[in-house]
């Protein structure tokens, strides 16, 4: 079975931008729609983006549209997710999960496998 590991987590300023990354060991990627979501302390887990497995079709939700961007290199094994003018509200642990063989979704529980979370901090 495919384990996602995200990197690329630290602190940043209000505007500021970042860049994830989801790696996949055990498994490649090829297969496997992959979705980003963030859970804040206290919070439930938010659904960020869903991405297919070619990288074709996206799905984002309406809270980062048009400031974050998901792309993925199959070749790399590796799904990114670009975040801009990132806001205090978003500091969050953030999670990238894979599914074998779906569309992009929004559902976590479509999701069965789960990287341990890099966390987001952005200062006011």
């Known amino acids: 079975q495919v384990q996602p590991v995200e990197s690329g987590g630290g602190l940043v300023q209000s505007g500021g931008s970042l860049r994830l990354s989801c790696a996949a060991f055990?498994?490649?990627?090829?297969?496997?729609?992959v979705g980003w979501f963030r859970q804040a302390p206290g919070k439930e887990r938010e659904f960020i983006v869903a991405v297919s497995r070619s990288g074709s079709r996206t799905y984002y939700s309406d809270s980062v549209k048009g400031r974050f961007t998901v792309s993925r290199d199959n070749v790399k094994n590796t799904v990114y997710l670009q975040m801009n003018s990132l806001k205090p509200e978003e500091t969050a642990a953030y999670y990238c999960?894979?599914?074998?063989?779906?569309?992009?979704?929004?559902?976590?529980?479509?999701?069965?496998?789960w990287g341990q979370g890099t966390q987001v901090t952005v200062s006011s």
């Open positions: 055990g498994r490649t990627f090829t297969n496997y729609a």
């Open positions: 999960a894979a599914a074998i063989g779906i569309l992009p979704t929004s559902l976590p529980n479509e999701y069965p496998y």
